[in-house]
């Protein structure tokens, strides 16, 4: 099963352009997926039916995995041997009846103004950790990128002059505008303090010993920030993208420019965001209305 596992992952790199962190994520579903069938002595693609793809589901269902991981492992299934089906290499997909849990898509948590104006406040200006910091929160709450995107965004992504970066998801890429303030956070930091952090490095940000940013790493210093502001919240980096989309689209921009500064494919994953503002309006409504 492994020789079809790779040749669905290069499909979706090489026609459906997907990222890299989608690929390993269907990736690590299908090689889970064929673990369990190898134990059960299922080793041949054209035998694996129906009941064996049911008793994976109640197997992933009592590790206590979430229902949206339930469901993503699903959709991993299905969209492969929906794959194999189209090439031919089976002749009819055991997946077809497999039906993903019902899942109520939940209001993403977000972040105030208020508080996310706390949160951009904390680094100071005295140091390079602090210049860069500073500047790596305000970009990524200027465009919403992506934790992922952030920490691989290189110098020459950066266009200051213009006003905007070039972001790249795998084969892709998306051209964001970046307000002044983030602008001038840039600048600061590409001027005075970037060329001593980053060496020789092409990559926009890098940790105090020179190497690339890491995820991890960025995710301890948003932590820490958070900590400092006094935001009794689990902040996390995407609770910041979250935070991007939901204050532009309370505050009017389209909802196809947001979809499209976020990267989204289906414009059904950024309307989550209006469903945020409509839960907002409705609190307020409760709040403020006589009879409510």
């Known amino acids: 099963m492994e020789i079809y596992i790779d040749k669905y992952v290069a499909y979706l790199k090489n026609v459906k352009k997907s990222s890299d962190n989608t690929m390993a994520s269907y990736k690590r579903d299908l090689l889970k997926l064929n673990i369990f069938l190898k134990s059960y002595g299922e080793n041949d693609i054209s035998s694996i039916n129906e009941t064996n793809l049911n008793s994976y589901v109640l197997y992933i269902e009592k590790q206590g995995m979430s229902m949206a991981t339930v469901s993503r492992n699903i959709a991993s299934i299905k969209s492969f041997f929906s794959f194999l089906l189209r090439e031919g290499d089976i002749i009819s997909d055991p997946s077809e009846n497999i039906k993903p849990p019902k899942i109520e898509k939940k209001v993403p948590d977000v972040l105030t103004i208020s508080e996310v104006n706390k949160l951009l406040a904390q680094p100071g200006d005295k140091t390079p950790k602090e210049i860069r910091d500073r500047a790596m929160l305000e970009l990524l709450y200027a465009t919403g990128i992506r934790v992922t995107e952030l920490v691989t ?140």
């Open 153 to 292: 965004l290189k110098i020459s992504d950066v266009n200051l002059k213009m006003g905007f970066i070039e972001c790249h998801d795998s084969n892709k890429s998306r051209i964001i505008p970046i307000d002044e303030t983030a602008q001038r956070a840039l600048a600061i930091y590409i001027n005075n303090v970037r060329s001593d952090m980053c060496k020789d490095s092409e990559y926009l940000f890098s940790n105090c010993k020179g190497s690339p940013m890491t995820r991890q790493g960025f995710w301890k210093i948003i932590k820490y920030y958070a900590a400092k502001a006094g935001i009794d919240k689990d902040i996390t980096p995407h609770m910041i993208r979250h935070s991007f989309a939901s204050h532009l689209l309370n505050n009017g921009a389209d909802i196809k420019a947001v979809q499209e500064m976020l990267g989204h494919v289906d414009i059904s994953t950024t309307q989550i965001y209006l469903n945020s503002k409509q839960s907002r309006l409705k609190e307020e409504y409760r709040k403020a209305h006589p009879r409510a």
